[in-house]
């Protein structure tokens, strides 16, 4: 089971990226997937979780409305599209998966596989 993130890079406020993860070695719509961030001297938190087949999504309220998941079975891939983007949303950001989520908001230990991170700057 691989993960591979991908889209990060420096942005102004209030513009837009999405962050790609491929997943490889599974199916992505059998596992939950997450994505998580870890800022600077900060904890690493979720913030938007999709669960197997599709079924909830949950995210934080620091990015309700203007986040969101996605993912294409197809591709085998899942995407967060991260738009009105403010300086606090600066962070390194990882997707995680598990074939079943351990509740909302996740705690990072219980997802057992993780892609590497990417770099999100939002300058002000």
Known sequence: VQLQASGGGLVQAGGSLRLSCVA?????????VCWFRQAPKKEREAIYCISNRGTVTWYADSVGGR???SSDNAKNTAYLQM??????DTAVYYCAAAEEIQGYPPLP????????????????
């Open 109 to 124: 230990e219980s997802m057992p596989y993780w892609g590497k991170g990417t770099l999100v700057t939002v300058s002000s």
């Open 83 to 88: 738009n009105r983007l403010e300086p606090e």
């Open 67 to 69: 986040f969101t998941i």
């Open 24 to 32: 490889s070695g599974f199916t992505i719509d059998d596992y939950g």
